[in-house]
Nanobody, 118 residues
Framework: QVQLVESGGGLVQPGGSLRLSCAASGRILSTYAMGWYRQAPGKQRELVATITSGGITTVVDAVKGRFTISRDNAKNTVYLQMNSLEPEDTAVYYC????????????WGQGTQVTVSS
């Protein structure tokens, strides 16, 4: 059974930075494409960034130029570097392995709260 643990969130002022981490037990993440998702209050969860097993990355337009997804296969960890944070980035952030356009492979973890506020 895969257990996903997200960490690194917190309260940050607009323009600040955070780095989120996603660790997994029960699977070797390097063999999977991975994604970071977020869910803002009252909104549906949305995919923010993905990274393939080969290291090819994509991000949605809303975070392009500000967020970077990466992975450290030796640590079985996926990261999301978030710079120039905006209040609109406030959400709970989750990681998972995308399966098609709408689904994920594993049970969601608890996520990590990111709050951008002055």
């Amino acid at each position: 059974q895969v257990q996903l643990v997200e960490s690194g969130g917190g309260l940050v002022q607009p323009g600040g930075s955070l780095r989120l981490s996603c660790a997994a037990s029960g699977r070797i993440l390097s063999t999977y494409a991975m994604g970071w998702y977020r869910q803002a209050p009252g909104k549906q969860r949305e995919l923010v960034a993905t990274i393939t097993s080969g290291g090819i990355t994509t991000v949605v337009d809303a975070v392009k130029g500000r967020f970077t997804i990466s992975r450290d296969n030796a640590k079985n960890t996926v990261y999301l570097q978030m710079n120039s944070l905006e209040p609109e980035d406030t959400a709970v952030y989750y990681c998972n392995a995308p399966s098609g356009e709408r689904f994920v492979l594993w049970t969601w973890g608890q996520g990590t709260q990111v709050t951008v506020s002055s």
